[in-house]
């Protein structure tokens, strides 16, 4: 009994520590995002030089209603990209690394922990 009462309270201090540190990076990816503000928006829907973010994780580049992309990003969307942690994290180093021909002129965000912070941060922008 002592074994199963131990394992559960680990469980839910380790769900704790967990929920803890994913609002803590959300908070965080949210004072990184203000360097992208200039350019997007995280409300649906509502695009400025670049598109809306609302929902970006998990979409395929290139194809969100009512943004006029780079012929080269809606070719990255095309060949089976997929806005996930891994490919977000990749762009946002060097933007053109990934897409060449990218109309963001960003010149990228070299801390990884920025990355992840203003990954969780848009993922949790998502209904």
């Not at 598109?51 to 969100?64: F, I, N, W």
């Not at 943004?67 to 994290?89: C, E, I, P, V």
């Amino acid at each position: 009994m002592q074994k199963n009462t131990l394992m559960l309270i680990g469980g839910a201090v380790a769900l704790a520590l967990t929920a803890g540190t994913a609002t803590a990076d959300t908070a965080a990816g949210e004072a990184v995002f203000k360097k992208c503000r200039v350019c997007h928006s995280v409300v649906q829907g509502k695009k400025k030089v670049g598109p809306s973010l609302y929902g970006v994780v998990g979409r395929t580049p290139g194809t969100l209603d009512g943004y006029k992309y780079s012929d080269s990003m809606k070719a990255f969307g095309a060949g089976g990209a997929s806005w996930d942690a891994a490919t977000l994290s990749t762009y946002l180093i060097k933007p053109r690394a990934t897409v060449a021909k990218t109309k963001m002129m960003f010149p990228g965000l070299k801390n990884e922990a920025d990355r992840t912070a203003v990954i969780a941060y848009l993922d949790s922008l998502d209904d």
